[in-house]
């Protein structure tokens, strides 16, 4: 059941080209695919006694995709054609090198492997992507924004959910991962 769901949420973004793929905080990485969407806070921040940021008002404006992939809490590499080009742990440098040659590669399929929580994503020039959990840790390894407000969030101890990315903790409802 989560397998076809899976490939549900994805069979929309598949054939799109990944674009503005980039090293996050730490060391996650973030694709996005679809037409781009401007997104400006209605919100201000202010500057405040104490904290060093913001010094000067600011109202925060994003390009994001209509599908926002995040990578995160979890090792994963990228590959080309086989060889992996870089990994969670490379440093900054060679991190941006392999986020730069998945950038413009289609998306063509994804794959998790229920036992291990593997998941590689398969990109249309040799690109290649794949996640694997930290051991003991059940953190969230990678989720993807739908244009639907929903996320598709696989965890590291095989469980998933789907749903609004507003609800409440609480309400937060994990079902096992499987094909």
Known sequence: MSEKLLQQVFKKVYGKPAWRVHKGYGSSVTF???KPKLRISKKILLPKAGRKWPRYPIRMAHVHGEWHLWIFCCHWEI????????????EDKKI????????????KRVAVDPRSLR???FFD???HLRTRPYQGKPLEMWNIRCPNGRY???????EYKYQLGNTPFSEHRWLPFTK
């Open 79 to 90: 590959r080309r054609d086989g060889r992996k080009i870089g990994h969670s742990e490379s």
């Open 96 to 107: 941006d090198q392999a986020c730069t040659f998945l950038n413009g590669q289609i998306l």
């Open 125 to 127: 020039l040799g690109g």
């Open 32 to 34: 996005e695919f679809g």
């Open 152 to 158: 598709f969030c696989l965890r590291a101890d095989g």
């Open 119 to 121: 998941t590689d994503f």
